[in-house]
């Protein structure tokens, strides 16, 4: 286990916007930082980072927390994942506590795959700079292709020997199992004979993100048409390839900062670009463009190129997973490299200085790209002319922003010599089919579904007023103010219950603590008990709300309602609601007002609660009713007192 001052530490070095940058294209808003949200799909920004309180919230899924919680929720790492991530970004050595054959044993299915995949790719290394078989035929391959010796150790590329058991071999050696081994697909099982998938192939690691090792791709040497050319790992808990992009990892920094993303098709082409200096790029490794990887993308920018082979056979067919592409409202650009190039061979025989001048020259807008290309194809043929027309139409209708299309069928009807009103009109029955084939049959009466719900779940009372209690504590904790404190007298004379005002002088949370312990109030959710006790600690400590101190104590559930508390203002920044003329109150206003009103109407909810009580148990115990029945008197003369006084505070 990790060591709490190993946690305490990583928690006041992290910086969450800094960590978050790693995989969201942030942009200042400011104090904030705002973004696309990496949770769901969307085209404004409703993602919001705060450097000051360290924590971030995304308005469209709801979800938020720390830095911490950011990791759990997008990488889907476990809680000591996370605090290894972060120690290793910022180079914190970690401490480690004694773990017990009990605790060893509760490590998940991920987190062995992870362990025997990052063993794997030590091994591929080592294999490839140190073994003689790796560096006469892995080592020799890689120099041949151009690559230098710092590229090759950017990308841990590797070599795994030809024999057929070397690596399975040497893992269990290690102490590794076969069962692990065979889920990463590093090892064939075949009755009682075990055979290294890569076994004489040259190794490229496919990495996340974050750059955890998911898989591997391997490359055969020589000629043998019996054998796959590339074989990737196959699909496993950790290593899904439809949400894979090779080299994103060593790119996702340039991307962000380039706001463009160059795409390819293979791994050689990511690395030999990047040893060319041209570092914002990607590869889909070979497989067919899928929406997770566009996704993926579209988190770092909305720029997409993508590069394609001389291959004009091979440019056809990759046109069509570009339309993926225009349907997430991404601006897309294509680049075709001239007959007989592709972005490796095009990066070894050009200076850096070229391949950027090449991309920005030649680089052009898909759809009249794509229009151009069909059309020099369809020539004079009015029938192959009439299906271009189709095809270019339904690129367009793709397009979720309506002035781009306007603009597209206004280009298009120039380029393909046929008239807009023809696009339009063409465009508009795209755009009917499509949307009849995506919207569901409306159910009957929608209007009284709704209200039935609604009526079926009635608002939890208690749930709101302990949440707004915390929301106090978390906004105004260490603020001072003057309070009015009332203390009720019982008399005996009269059988009634008076009042007596003072005005005290107290910060919120003492004042908070003070009211619920004098009702003996306990909060009943929880989540927000145990955050009302963490939070008083937090205050008894140290006078303020130290985000640095806090955020070690708060779990994922807790983590989740701060960043829901804390960043609820910043959702109108979002919006720019000011520009059109709404203005939100600022909290702050009126704080004693606030908390006053708070405890009230908890203890008036809490009052008629117990009367609702006695009244139930009136009804059940005859023989103790007059007692009861002097106790729901006692209590209709305390809410009356709770009501008047509350009526004064608002």
């Not at 949770?39 to 919230?57: A, D, G, L």
């Not at 309506?402 to 696009?423: G, H, P, R």
């Not at 079926?456 to 209690?469: G, H, M, R, T």
């Not at 005002?501 to 008990?529: G, M, S, Y």
Request: one cysteine or more; hydrophobic letters at 35%.
């Amino acid at each position: 286990m990790i060591s709490k001052s190993t946690i305490d530490q990583v928690y006041e070095t992290a910086r969450v916007e800094e960590v978050i940058g790693d995989f969201v294209s942030l942009k200042k808003s400011g104090t904030n930082f705002k973004g696309l949200s990496p949770f769901s799909q969307e085209r404004t920004p409703s993602f919001m980072v705060s450097p000051v309180k360290q924590i971030w919230k995304d308005f469209s899924s709801g979800k938020g927390g720390n830095v911490v919680a950011f990791l759990m929720e997008h990488e889907h790492f476990s809680y000591p994942e996370a605090i290894r991530y972060l120690a290793k970004k910022y180079n914190i050595e970690i401490e480690e506590t004694q773990q017990t054959d009990e605790e060893k044993a509760k490590r998940d299915l991920r987190e062995s795959l992870f362990l025997v995949s990052e063993f794997a790719l030590q091994y591929f290394k080592k294999t490839l700079w140190e073994d003689q078989e790796g560096k006469a035929i892995g080592f020799t391959y890689f120099k041949e292709r151009g690559f230098s010796d710092h590229t090759i150790q950017s990308f841990d590329l590797g070599y795994s020997p030809n024999q057929y058991d070397a690596f399975s071999s040497h893992a269990l050696k290690e102490g590794y199992t076969l069962e692990f081994l065979e889920k990463t697909g590093l090892t064939i099982v075949n009755e009682d004979r075990k055979v290294d998938r890569f076994r004489g192939r040259v190794i490229f690691p496919i990495q996340s993100m974050s750059g955890r090792i998911l898989g591997f791709g391997g490359r055969i040497l020589g000629e043998n048409k019996k054998t796959a050319k590339y074989l990737n790992s196959p699909e496993s808990e950790i290593y899904h390839k439809s949400k894979v992009l090779y080299g994103l990892y060593q790119s996702k920094q340039s991307i962000a900062q380039a706001d463009c993303c160059y795409l390819v098709e293979g791994y050689t082409d990511v690395i030999q670009m990047h040893q060319s200096g041209i570092t914002n790029v990607v590869s889909s490794s070979g497989t067919a463009l899928t929406q997770e990887q566009i996704r993926l993308i579209q988190r770092l920018t909305q720029n997409i190129v993508v590069l394609f082979d001389g291959d004009a056979a091979g440019l056809r067919a990759a046109l069509r997973g570009v339309d993926m592409i225009l349907a997430q409202g991404m601006n897309v650009k294509v680049c075709s490299f001239p007959a007989g190039e592709d972005p490796d061979s095009f990066a070894r025989s050009h200076t850096q200085a070229e391949i950027e001048e090449f991309l920005v020259h030649q680089s052009q807008d898909f759809i009249q790209f794509k229009a151009s290309l069909l059309m020099e194809e369809a020539k004079n043929d009015p029938i192959k002319k009439a299906e271009v027309v189709q095809d270019i139409v339904q690129s367009i209708a793709l397009i979720p922003d309506a002035i781009k299309q306007e603009i597209y069928i206004k280009s298009c009807a120039a380029q393909m010599d046929v008239s807009q009103e023809v696009l339009f009109s063409t465009l508009a029955q795209k755009m009917v089919q499509a949307k009849k084939a995506v919207t569901p049959k409306p159910s009957p009466s929608p209007l009284q579904k709704v209200s039935s719900e609604v009526k079926q779940q009635p608002v939890d009372q208690s749930f709101e007023f302990e949440k707004q209690i915390i929301t106090l504590l978390l906004l105004y904790g260490d603020k001072e103010e003057r309070f009015e404190d009332t203390v009720l007298h019982f008399s005996e004379e009269t059988e009634e219950i008076h009042e007596e005002t003072t005005e005290i002088k107290a910060r919120v949370f003492e004042k908070i603590f003070l009211d619920l312990q004098q009702d003996e109030v306990e909060l009943a959710h929880p989540d927000f008990r145990s955050l009302y006790y963490i939070l008083l600690e937090q205050f008894q400590q140290s006078g303020a709300l130290e985000m640095e101190l806090l955020s070690p104590k708060l779990n994922t559930e807790h983590s989740s309602w701060v960043s829901t508390i804390l960043m609820e203002e910043e959702k109108y920044t979002l919006h720019q609601w000011e520009k059109k003329d709404i203005y939100v109150k600022e909290k702050g206003t009126q704080v004693a007002q606030l908390v006053n009103e708070t405890i009230l109407s908890l203890r008036k909810f809490l009052i008629d609660k117990k009367i609702d009580f006695l009244q139930k148990e009136l009804k059940e115990e005859e023989s103790n009713a007059q007692s009861i029945l002097e106790d729901v008197m006692s209590y209709h003369q305390l809410k009356k007192v709770v009501s008047n006084k509350l009526n004064r505070v608002l």
